[in-house]
């Protein structure tokens, strides 16, 4: 058939993602990882080594401490390190409040602390552990093992590990030749494969599982400990993540969890050796409902706890560090310096010595100890800081480098001079200040944008858009055959092929940074003048089109749009960006209604306003229906999520004002709530399927959809009470088997609409010998009648017999979408929690509600087959604002905190093993359920008028019939009426969505159109966001705000506009079942 | 139909349209005398609903009052509609309507976005004031069956020329009015953190000022209509 227009719609997605996407590469553009490594001259305390310590060599040093002998230098190693890491372990869950009588769950569990602390406050340190945003575990290790900066991009990369390439504490202290032990979290070794002495890594996959890693760990914690063959043991519990995730801190699992830990520490407390040094940390904090990944104080505050069993600490006093906070980045020269092994090359931190246990160096004083360490930091830090900046020009303000140089100057000469311990405290103060500057100034300027890129998106994203309106949005649905010829649209195919194989090559001669821009740009480049050359090709029928559009039309939905578009550009509009769009969405409804009861009106009472008339008209049915409508948006508001940013939200409430916990652990009503919803949606789209008459026959499809539904509500039903429920030794695979189903039954969907898809059913032509019985109630009593008509030997009606009867045939364009849908949402309700869930369902309502008042008004308005299959402006962008509220209604909010990723593991458990692709996939359906959902079904718009005028041909021809008995002479003006308006159409409606297959050309030129005019709309809402990004990018709220909004509206798009090619391939795939139904019809008579 | 400016038509077309101006510059003036915002979303404290409604009563006056003239040639219909224009059964169905009006327009507010339990005051105010500068001109102008069929059905007989030139205006002032109470929300979210942006009213200030800006089109569209007559006069 005709899959020119799929092409076609192929090669728009990729010219508007492509655009997208070279955007994004320059707007997130992550720091350039350097892959140098430092090396230093480790003096040793044993005599056989190279550089033995001897007072000559001491003196020889500080001759010269600039002397690239003196400045690359490694200090003997002070003590062995066990890290224990605690994922999310929150600053609060280690202070300990004296005078509390009723703790918090999470309040005084770990109580060895609080003893340590007392008991020997010289050995032991508790700081808070300041994590820098984006407070992701694998963000977090990065940052903790290689001392720099993560980046904004990075953060997408949670579920794909890849080993780390830039120097890190880790390979350093395995190229001294120190043994590593490691006990947890698999993402260490993902990091850092073959690193480790020994590692005993469990993978974090499962966040519902609150003890297998940590039992894990228990299990070989005490083998280890008494092993003396390793220098530094890293464990990494998980247990209180996941605890967080699923409980939140306010629970009582929280409290047995962190009793557990505290058991832990004490035991690795009696356990560890007199040189040994213990750091307990917490990777980042957590937000008032146990989630992470943002910037709050809440999130950031992790907790570090040093102890050290018989070497005091240096103190503050001695070294002039933070007593009280420890920034992350500062852990790995501290450990370094603590393990005598080189600061990792791209390091930007501070040794803190405050957890740097005290050990003497021979013939060093303690100032002189603690100066070499310093001064050999701040060699590292500039040395990759102006590397860096060397490398990579015009990162830093030239001014600002200069500054900073000439401070560095003048410490150089001041190290020489520093004679005593007052001096260095002096020296170092003013040290770290300048080192602290050169962070903060990577801190501002790291994340740079790449004009070049950015521009590039913008102009490759908007082209196409404005190209695609010229050309398709102003021609005629008939005449797209004529346009878009198949083979022009192969050749086009080719071309951006050689286009891109050219920008692949020779992308260096255009002086682009990457391959990748050159292949986008030189392909949109092609394509854009492709586009150009159609639209002057056709520009006559194009302006003649053009022309005949009313100049102010549809000016409140424009209106509308703008609105809509317009939010990317204010913080406070994208902060509320949940309540306008249902403002919006309500807006459209009214205008809808407004536009229908205009109408209607004139139609239904020409001269005189009746209440009576009024109460029985279809006008009133349709505005209480979309009274119902906007009820349920107004609903809907309950189930938004709110951000930091509102106020009040009770996810970000901050921890010190206790009482409240967002995970309530038993809101019985909502799930109770939930599943009455999913089995009535079910129940309703059974009930309408089976008043169209296409659950009759035994069709591979029509099997489906008659028990499918049922089957996977159910599953549904039970995995929403069972995930949630109360009871605790209910087996994983058990609840992860409703899932599966789902899965499964989704892909037998998708197989059997691939193979047979019609939903009809075909009466067999009979001759009077045999009679089939198919078992079916509904059709036996059409065998007996004709049985009757046969004994009554009635010609007539046996000649009318011969007309096949198929059941169906005036829905089976949207009988088809439609019940794919029913399995589409039920694979999202699975996924998606029980609150959002009833989201998802309340917005495929208002669009049920948004088709039947759409398809009504449509049908009164039409002037011809094509005009009728062409949805109004105001309903395309009405599904359009559905789409996006959906969104919002399901519980999701555009901040990167407020990711759903307990979608990954809904039926994982064992069977589906643990790709990341799968996981991902997951994720993505439940975030984007809402664009995914509509947009597959966008389709319906242009159908659902026939099917409507089908069903319920009153419906459409006016009040008519209801006051026939009344007077003869209104009943006459109606039918006139109807007559009137089917002749104004131009064809027979009564044949519903047949008539679709009749004026197959149009039909298919339509669902083209409409599909394009959806591109259009959320090209442009990229386009937007995109634009908003490049205004504000030197916003206070570029990082916290614009960027996370154009990560989801991009997201969004990658993920839409496929999902309208799936609408589309929909379309055609049942198109030529009809085709080939007809024509075996045909040649069966 | 040429317009021109001594027409009876242009000149009650231009007094109508500076009437509304002046009752929404009145009302400007008054807010501005009062300096304090707040006083907008009550009932009792503001002058505002008074106003406008004396606004909206002076404007049906006036087309009374050019309708006069046209007493002498009204058809038996328009005659009839005219004596039952004081009979209880008619005043009881316009304030009914206007009733009704004003208990939709709330239940949009609400759906639109007000707080469900609170503020009722606020949203009876500005429901009140929607009902004024919409429904409220049509029903005191032609009573309440009327209002309803020139809202719903096709331009009945019974309405004279004076009549028809008033409602045309009268539409103006509404779909400015709706739109513009519509925008108002527009500052709402804004993290400005001024007093104005209080629930009522930029909404109020927002239909005020929509319903200015819609008479102004309308305004624009008689001068500029008369204008060109006056012109193309002139030349000849």
């Known amino acids: ?1085 | 139909m040429v317009s021109r400016f001594d027409q009876q038509k242009t000149k009650h077309q231009l007094f109508h349209v500076s009437l509304s101006l002046a009752t929404i510059l009145i009302c400007m003036t008054y807010m501005q005398y009062r300096r304090n915002w707040a006083h907008l979303g009550s009932f009792w404290d503001s002058l505002i609903v008074p106003i406008v409604f004396i606004g909206e009563l002076l404007k049906v006056i006036l087309a009374r009052f050019f309708g006069r003239i046209e007493d002498g040639v009204l058809t038996v219909k328009q005659r009839q509609k005219k004596a039952s224009y004081f009979t209880p059964r008619e005043l009881f169905g316009g304030l009914t309507l206007q009733f009704l009006c004003t208990l939709l327009y709330a239940f949009i507010c609400i759906i639109l976005g007000a707080p469900v339990l609170a503020n009722y005051e606020q949203t009876f105010v500005l429901s009140l004031l929607m009902t004024l500068l919409t429904v409220s001109p049509t029903v005191f102008l032609l009573g309440g069956g009327g209002a309803l069929q020139v809202c719903f059905c096709e331009k009945p007989d019974f309405i004279t020329k004076c009549e028809d030139t008033a409602l045309h205006l009268f539409k103006y002032n509404a779909l400015g009015g709706i739109l513009g109470a519509w925008a108002g929300s527009v500052v709402a979210p804004l993290d400005w953190g001024r007093d104005w942006q209080a629930y009522p009213i930029p909404n109020v200030i927002g239909a005020l000022l929509g319903s200015a800006l819609g008479n102004i089109y309308a305004c624009t569209h008689v001068l500029y209509a008369c204008g060109r007559v006056y012109m193309s006069k002139k030349r000849a």
């Open chain 1, 1 to 1085: 058939m005709n899959y020119t227009y799929l092409f076609v719609l192929v090669w728009l997605a990729y010219l508007i993602c492509s655009g997208v996407l070279l955007f994004s590469r320059g707007f997130l553009l992550a720091r350039v990882s350097k892959t140098e490594t430092s090396t230093c001259r480790r003096l040793s305390t044993s005599p056989n080594d190279e550089y033995l310590l001897t007072p000559e060599v001491v003196q020889e040093i500080f001759k010269d401490v600039n002397a690239s002998s003196s400045s690359n230098l490694c200090l003997p190693q002070k003590s062995k390190v066990i890290m224990l890491v605690i994922d999310a372990l929150k600053y609060e869950f280690g202070v300990f409040k004296e005078n509390t009588t009723e703790p918090l769950p999470y309040e005084n569990k770990l109580s060895v602390l609080h003893q340590l602390l007392q008991q020997t406050p010289e050995q032991a340190r508790l700081m808070r552990f300041k994590a820098d945003p984006p407070t992701t575990t694998l963000q977090r290790l990065k940052g903790l093992t290689t001392g720099s900066l993560p980046t904004f991009i990075d953060i997408g990369s949670n579920f794909a590990s890849p080993e780390i390439n830039e120097d890190n504490v880790i390979d350093q202290i395995v190229k001294s030749e120190l043994p590593l032990v490691f006990l947890g979290d698999s993402t260490w070794t993902d990091l850092y494969p073959r690193r480790f002495k020994r590692a005993y890594s469990y993978p974090s996959f499962d966040i519902f599982d609150l003890d297998s890693v940590d039992n894990q760990i228990m299990q070989h914690l005490p083998k280890e400990l008494a092993s003396t063959d390793w220098q530094v043991l890293i464990a990494h519990f998980l247990g209180v993540d996941h605890c967080g995730h699923k409980h939140g801190p306010i629970h009582e699992e929280m409290a047995r969890k962190l009793s557990e830990m505290n058991d832990i520490i004490s035991s690795v407390v009696a356990a560890m050796d007199n040189e040994t040094t213990l750091l307990i940390m917490g990777d980042h904090g957590m937000t008032a409902s146990g989630d992470h990944g943002g910037d709050t104080d809440d999130e950031t505050n992790a907790l570090l706890f040093a102890y050290s069993k018989q070497h005091k600490f240096f103190t503050s006093n001695d070294s002039g560090s933070d007593s009280e906070l420890l920034q992350q980045i500062d852990l790995v020269p501290t450990l370094s310096a603590i393990l005598g092994v080189p600061i990792p090359y791209s390091n930007l931190g501070l040794i803190n010595f405050n957890i740097v246990p005290a050990v003497a160096v021979p013939h060093l004083s303690k100032f002189q100890t603690l100066l070499l360490h310093a001064w050999q930091n701040a060699h590292q830090i500039y040395r990759y800081f102006f590397n860096y900046a060397l490398e990579n020009k015009r990162t830093f303000n030239v001014e600002q480098m200069d500054t900073l140089e000439t401070e560095f100057i003048l410490l150089t000469h001041r190290v020489q001079t520093i004679y005593n311990e007052a001096a260095f405290k002096s020296f170092v103060r003013d040290l770290n200040i300048n080192l602290r500057d050169i962070l903060n100034v990577c801190r501002e300027i790291w994340v740079k944008f790449e004009p070049a890129q950015m521009s590039h998106g913008l102009l490759f994203t908007f082209l196409p858009i404005f190209f695609a309106f010229l050309l398709i949005n102003n021609s005629n649905a008939s005449d797209y055959a004529k346009i878009f010829k198949p083979k022009e649209v192969s050749y086009t195919f080719l071309m951006n092929i050689a286009a891109g194989v050219f920008g692949y090559r020779y992308y260096k001669n255009f002086s682009f940074k990457t391959e990748e821009h050159g292949v986008i740009f030189f392909t949109s480049l092609l394509s854009t003048v492709l586009l150009a050359f159609y639209t002057l090709r056709h520009w006559n029928s194009i302006a003649n089109n053009w022309a005949n559009v009313k100049r102010f039309g549809h000016m409140p939905t424009r209106l509308l749009l703008f609105a809509t578009m317009a939010v990317f550009f204010s913080n406070s509009f994208v902060i509320q960006e949940a309540k306008i769009l249902s403002y919006l969405l309500v807006a459209v409804i009214l205008l809808l209604v407004y536009e229908l009861l205009q109408l209607s009106a004139r139609l239904d009472f020409r001269n005189k306003f009746k209440w009576s008339q009024f109460l029985r008209s279809t006008a009133l049915r349709l505005i209480l229906a979309s009274l119902l409508a906007i009820c349920c948006i107004r609903f809907a508001s309950t189930l938004f999520r709110c951000r930091e940013e509102q106020g009040n939200c009770a996810d970000f409430a901050s921890a010190s004002t206790p009482g409240f916990s967002v995970k309530r652990p038993a809101m019985g009503k909502t799930y109770v709530l939930a599943v009455v919803i999913i089995v009535l949606y079910t129940t309703l789209t059974r009930l309408y399927l089976r008043s169209c008459g296409n659950l009759t026959g035994n069709s591979p499809n029509v099997l489906l959809a008659r028990y499918g539904p049922t089957v996977a509500s159910i599953c549904a039903g039970g995995h929403i009470l069972l995930a949630n429920s109360a009871i605790k030794n209910i087996q994983r695979t058990h609840i992860d088997a409703m899932a599966l189903v789902i899965y499964g039954l989704l892909l037998l969907q998708i197989v059997v609409v691939s193979w047979a898809p019609l939903m009809t059913f075909v009466l067999p032509p009979r001759n009077p010998n045999t009679i089939s019985v198919n078992g079916r109630d509904s059709i036996v009593p059409e065998i007996f009648r004709k049985m009757k008509r046969m004994y009554e030997g009635d010609d007539d009606a046996e000649r009318r017999y011969e007309i096949p009867v198929v059941y169906g045939l005036a829905t089976v364009y949207s009988s088809i979408i439609i019940s794919f849908g029913v399995f589409l949402a039920m694979l999202m309700i699975v996924l998606l929690e029980p609150r959002a869930s009833i989201g998802l369902i309340v917005c495929v309502v208002v669009g049920a509600i948004i088709l039947s008042v759409h398809g009504i008004l449509r049908y009164r308005t039409a002037s011809s087959f094509e005009s009728c299959v062409q949805p109004t402006f105001s309903a395309v962008v009405g599904w359009f604002l559905l789409a996006h509220f959906c969104f919002f209604a399901t519980s999701h909010q555009t901040t990167l905190s407020q990711i759903d990723w307990r979608a990954a593991f809904v039926g994982r458990s064992s069977a589906l093993g643990q790709s990341h692709l799968i996981s991902g996939t997951l994720v993505i359906l439940n975030t984007f359920c809402g664009p995914i959902f509509f947009y597959c079904m966008y389709a319906l718009l242009s159908t659902e008028t026939f099917s409507l005028f089908a069903l319920f041909p009153n419906l459409i021809k006016s009040s008519s019939s209801t006051s026939s008995n009344g007077r003869s002479k209104a009943d006459a003006a109606a039918a006139a009426l109807s007559d009137i308006a089917t002749d104004a159409v131009g064809f027979d409606m009564s044949r519903g969505e047949l008539a679709l297959y009749e004026y197959e050309d149009v039909f298919l030129g339509a669902g083209f159109k409409l599909a394009t005019q959806f591109f259009m709309l959320q090209g442009l809402k990229i386009f937007c966001a995109m634009l908003a990004c490049t205004i504000h990018c030197r916003h206070l709220m570029v990082w916290k705000i614009f960027a996370p909004r154009f990560i989801y509206e991009a997201l969004a798009t990658f993920v839409g506009l496929p999902s309208l090619i799936v609408g589309y391939l929909l379309l055609l795939r049942i198109n030529r079942a009809v085709d080939g139904l007809i024509k075996r019809i045909n040649k069966d008579k």
